[in-house]
Each structure stands twice: as C-alpha cells, then as structure tokens.
C-alpha cells in the first residue's frame, strides 16, 4: 500500500483486487501521435520509476482527449484520469500537463513496492490553479547549481507544484563584515560589473580546516537562469523572476543614480528609487527587458514578479554610518508632496503596463506596501482596469505569522495567499504547518486562485512542502492538519518504526520546532543569524552576548530552552532508529536538525559550567568544560555538512563557526591565565565576525 505517500492526495483513487506484477513485466510508454516534450518528460518519469523490471511487456498508454473533470481554465489543463489494470494501464488528460502529473502519481504508487502494486484507478484535478514555491536571493540559493534547480523542478513534479518563483534582485540591511546584504542572481551583460561578490569562512570538519568562499552567484557566474526557465516549463513548472523594488533595492539606486530617491539636499540616498523620474522608469525597464528577452521571451514563458514589499526606513544602508536610519522614499520637489500610496499605485500600473507591453501576462506583486498606504483598495483596481491590467496582475497576500491575513478580493485583482514553508536553513530547523494551513484555508474562503510559500528550498522543511502542495490541491477538509501530519509520519517512518513511533518521532519535533515565534526567535538567539542585523550589532556581540544573558537568564526561561531541546532529543532518537533501518536522505535530514537543537543546547550548558570555573578559579577545570564544548560542536558540524545541500552547507557551518572559533579563542585566554574573572577574558571583548566574514589566511 504506497497511496499514502501520494502529497496531494489524489480527488479520487480506488486500489483494486488484481495485482500489477512489476517485478516481472517491462514498461512500454506509448506516446499519443505529435507528442510534444512534456508527454516525453511524463515517459521518463514512469520509465524511471518503474525500473528495469524484464519479462512481458506492461504497456501505459498516454492520450490527449476529453475528461469529465469538474475543473475548469488552467487546473483543467492539469486533470487527469489513470487506470491501471493488471496487464496494461491508460493515462489520459486534456493536455500534457495532466499528463506529466498523471505520470508522477504512477511514480510514487511504484515507490517502496515490493515487487507489485494494486490495480489502481485515479481520477484527480486541482482546486487551485497555481500552486508553488517563491526561493528567495539569498545565501544558499545563490550557490545552487543548474543541476540543483533541475532537481529541485523534478521534486515540485512529484507534489504538483507548478509555480517557481526565483529572486533574482534584492537587498537587505548591512550584516555580515559591514556590508550590505545584495543579491543580484542574474547577469547583465551591458554592465559586466553589476555584480554581489560574497565571501564566507566556515570551519569544516570534514576537511579539518577552514575554508573560504569568495564568489558570484552560480546563476550569474554559469548564467544559467534561462535553462532553468526551459527546464520548467517543459515539466509543468512555470518559473518567474522576483525582480525586487522600489523596497529592499540598494545596488541599483548606487549604480545608477539616476533612479536613487533623494534626500532634501538632491543628493541621491542609494536606497529607493525617485517614483515621478523617467528616467528612472528608462533604465528600470532597460534592466527588466533584458531578463525578459534573454530568459523569459525565448521560452514562451510570460510571468514576473515585481516586488513592492516593505519600502521602508531601515539601518544598515549606510555603510559609514550603519545604525543611520535610511528612508527609500524620495524627497524630490515632484515626490515630496505626493500620498504615498498613490505614487506606489502609480508605479505599479506603470511598471505592469510595461511588462504587459513585452509580452508577460501574469505579473504578481506583494500586498503589504500598499496595504499600509492604504492603497490596496478599489481605486487601485481601478487604475490598473483602466491601464487594461485587471486579468495580468496577482496580489500576493503574504504573512508568516499571526494574525491570518486574509485578501480582499473586492479590489477586483486576482490573489493569491503566500505563508512561509522555512526560510532559515542557518538557524534551527521550521515547521510553519499552522502559518501554511491558516493562510489557505482562509485565502481559500476569500477567493484566491492560487497561493506559493516564501523560502529558501532545503530537504529539511519537506513537510512543509507536502503540506503546501497537499491543501492547494485539495481545498476541501477532507483531510484535517491533524490527518495530514499522521500521514505524513506514515510515509516518512511508519515502515521503518512503526506507525505509533513515527507520529511520536513528529510530536517531539512539533514541541521542539512547531512555534516559529519561541522556535524561530528565542531558540534561534542562541545562533548567529539574529545577531549580525545593525539593531542587534548596536547593542552587543555574539556569541559572548548569549553566554552572559544565560547566565542571568530568570530559570523558567532557560527550562523553556533545555525542554525544547529534550523534545529534540526524542525525535532525533526515532529518526536516528528509523535512518538505520532505512537510511533515506528525508531521514538523516530530520536527525541532523533536531541534533543541531540538542548539540546546541549542550555546547552552551558547557559554556556556562566554563565561565562559573572560571569565576571559581578552577582554570583546568574550565578548559576541560572548553574541550568538552568545542568537541560538541564539531561533531553538529560534521553531522550537518555530512547531510546538508552543497548550496546551503557554507552559510550554514559559517553561521556555527563563529561560535566553535568563540570556544576556541575562550580556551587559549585561559590557557594563558591572567584573567581573574570570565568578564575579563579578552575574547569577551572582541567581534568575531571578521573571522567569518572577510577573507584572510589564517
Ligand atoms: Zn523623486
């Protein structure tokens, strides 16, 4: 029985009597006359998935022709039905897209069998047309290889998804070594240096050194985003560019001065752009085309996303002077006056005419600018009804917490709602089932047409996906969250533990993980992340901050810590029972996240019992404490890069090494005494981003 591995679960499947002898039968795909590449990618997934099985021929059929669906416009387009008898089976779907989706369903009824499945017939469609994922420019992202996007096209295959949101523009305040968190994961060709250099050291135990990375995206090095493009699009994945502005925008505002806000002075403030400049509006849609022509136009695909969240006042702009808050809105004499909703209105109705006039049809942008300006409203709708715009442009609602935002479809826009399926592979692991569930379920009530989730894709949060994947399938209750996580403890570990143990394996990690406020923000204190944003730098450093603030932490909150933490433990056992009976990617993931909590916890209970030795002074016993953290947080590190993403692995074990090189440096202070008390250390005086941040032979 292998159906309850299918995330979304089929409209309807019923497992018949008669077996399918696969172990004893060869596949034979028989394409329909003038088939076209997705129809060819559909026999390749069956091919594969069913193996190299010999003996009789079990030919599947794929035909193109009518179904009796309820489903109609594009989720039509993706209906399928499927029957597979005992000596032969039939596909058949109106267009190839139910075909590729028809195959990858036959795909996972094959997983885990045992040398035969059950008759099986499928009848199954969408209830929402537009399903999937927006990956974020950020750190990992920007070193995923074509290879990476491939496969990551191919795991949206087997959960439906058919919307793939890639940045490829934004900017985010100063954190790490002083400079200003940009991405730019397209090149530009009429600008060779328009380009976001990074560099991260981290210490690697595998190599038992340390490494560092000085480099340019993978997509603008390899310039790879219009294969990416192709590749989707003939799987059923539309891919669309996240070109961020007039927020979250500081190297173009830099490069080209001409689009920068002003201040009161005239002076261009490398953050915003000027909303009433045509000339800034020439270049911004000189760069846009250029994207569009050279990735998006070649492969037939007409989708883009412009940005439009958060245009606001933020630190770490200016990099003299990184606690100096910078407002991107411009003080021009054109701009100053105006209502700022209504240069955002404007600016969006004239960026979507211009996209519209190259061809994209669908052009989706985030709500919660306008939203705060008062200007997702009638008025707007109006305004882009009279530009002709109405059926082109998406609003995404997006929130990642409480309370549920819910769209309000009466501005006539379509909407689509956008939770969080995790984000930060650098802190400890996210299960955002309520924020993904809520947000659907209600948007769902509100009229959406679609809904994708905000992340950076790591194997870590799968059931996030799988839940995403599931609700934007099958809008209707009849599975509750409570139904889809035992499921998914079923097909994640039922066979390898059990059923009982699999969804106790999830609990734990729930108790641990399924708060993003107490997860996310108190756990996640205990790492790098939240420490290097201009607010934080302002007032403390890490780690040294969080190893004194435990130390005078009231006990009530440090049990809070030390219980998630044992409920990681417990999880981190079951998985760990589980990877050894069946050792699979999806299961070392989840070990190597719950023991990232556990691992954590003891190098800092460690830390703590070190600096009371130290104000005790009981120097050996101190450096025995030290060599007890140090090993402890190696081997998170090792288990980590042994199961990581390649893309994800750097920022990752940078994020920890800051922590393993404070250890380290703690040891040798007081190794070489002089020190009375842990205050007084020198390490404790000192910022260590640089050891991590900025390249230099050690
Ligand atoms: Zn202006």
């Not at 889809?484 to 999830?506: D, H, P, Q």
Request: net charge negative; hydrophobic share 40%; proline share 5%.
């Amino acid at each position: 029985m292998t159906s309850i591995d299918l995330f979304p679960y089929p409209k309807s499947l019923v497992e018949h009597d008669d077996r399918i002898d696969v172990a004893n039968r060869s596949l034979q795909v028989n394409l329909p006359a003038g088939a076209g590449a997705t129809a060819g990618h559909a026999s390749t997934v069956l091919q594969h998935a069913w193996g190299s099985g010999s003996g009789a021929a079990y030919p599947i059929s794929i035909e193109i022709g009518p179904l009796d669906v309820p489903a109609e416009g594009p989720a039509r387009e993706e209906s399928y039905s499927l029957e597979l008898g005992a000596d032969g089976g039939t596909i058949r779907a109106e267009n190839e897209r139910g075909a590729y989706l028809a195959a990858q369903t036959v795909a996972t009824l094959l997983q885990n069998n045992d040398g035969s499945i059950p008759a099986t017939t499928v009848s199954d469609w969408p209830d929402l047309a537009w399903r999937g994922l927006y990956v974020e420019s950020k750190w990992g992202p920007d070193r995923m290889t074509l290879d990476d996007w491939k496969a990551l096209i191919d795991e949206m295959g087997r959960k439906k998804l058919n919307t793939l949101g890639i940045g490829v523009y934004g900017c985010w305040s100063a954190q790490y070594a002083k400079k200003r968190t940009e991405f730019l994961m397209v090149p530009f060709p009429d600008y060779p240096d328009l380009v976001t250099e990074k560099t991260i050291r981290y210490y690697s135990p595998k190599a038992e050194t340390w490494q560092t990375l000085t480099y340019v995206p993978t997509m603008v090095e390899d310039d790879i985003f219009g294969e990416v493009v192709a590749y989707g699009v003939e799987r059923n994945v539309y891919v669309r560019p996240h070109f961020n502005g007039p927020g979250h925008n500081s190297v173009l505002p830099r490069y080209f001065p001409e689009m920068a806000s002003l201040d009161e002075n005239g002076n261009p403030k490398g953050y915003g752009y000027c909303l009433t400049n045509d000339a800034m509006y020439t270049r911004l849609f000189e760069l846009f085309d250029s994207v569009i022509d050279r990735y998006l136009a070649p492969h037939g695909v007409k989708w883009f996303h412009m940005g439009l969240d958060e245009v606001w006042l933020t630190a770490g702009i200016d990099t003299d002077d990184i606690p100096k808050l910078v407002d991107p809105w411009c003080q021009c004499e054109n701009c100053r006056d105006r209502d700022k909703g209504e240069l955002l209105q404007d600016y969006a109705v004239r960026v979507c005419s211009h996209l519209k006039s190259k061809g994209v049809e669908n052009i989706t942008l985030w709500d919660d600018e306008l939203r705060r300006k008062d200007a997702l409203n009638e008025t707007f709708g109006k305004k882009l009804a009279d530009a002709g715009l109405s059926g082109n442009v998406v609003v995404q609602w997006w929130r990642y917490g409480s309370p549920v935002l819910t769209p309000h479809p009466v501005i006539g826009v379509r909407a689509w709602s956008t939770p969080m399926t995790g984000y930060w592979s650098n802190l400890f692991t996210q299960s955002y089932t309520a924020n993904i569930w809520d947000l659907v379920t209600h948007g769902v009530e509100h009229g959406i047409e679609g809904a994708d989730s905000y992340c950076i894709y790591d194997l870590a949060f799968d059931r996030n996906y799988a839940l995403l994947a599931n609700i934007t399938w099958n809008t209707d209750d009849r599975e509750t969250l409570y139904g889809f996580k035992a499921r998914y403890a079923k097909a994640t570990l039922g066979r390898e533990i059990g059923n009982i143990e699999a969804s106790t394996a999830f609990a734990n990690y729930e108790e641990a993980f399924g708060s993003p406020g107490f997860g996310t923000n108190t756990l996640g204190w205990l790492l790098y992340y939240w420490h290097t944003y201009p607010a934080a730098r302002a007032v403390s450093t890490y780690p040294q901050n969080v190893v004194n603030e435990l130390r005078t932490m009231p006990g009530r909150l440090v049990s809070s810590i030390r219980s998630a933490a044992s409920f990681a433990t417990e999880a981190r056992d079951l998985f760990a029972k589980a990877y050894a009976a069946n050792p699979t990617p999806l299961l070392a993931e989840y070990e190597a996240e719950c023991d990232k909590l556990v691992g954590i916890w003891e190098v800092y209970t460690h830390l703590l019992d070190a600096a009371n030795q130290v104000d005790a002074g009981a120097r050996d016993a101190a450096l025995t404490a030290l060599e007890a953290a140090r090993t402890r947080m190696v081997s998170v590190m090792a288990k980590l890069e042994a199961v990581k993403a390649q893309a994800l692995l750097p920022q990752i074990l940078r994020d920890l090494s800051i922590l393993l090189r404070y250890i380290e440096r703690l040891a040798e202070d007081v190794s070489s005494g002089g020190a009375t008390s842990f205050a007084e250390l020198p390490v404790n005086h000192e910022d260590l981003d640089v050891e991590v941040s900025t390249a230099f032979e050690a």
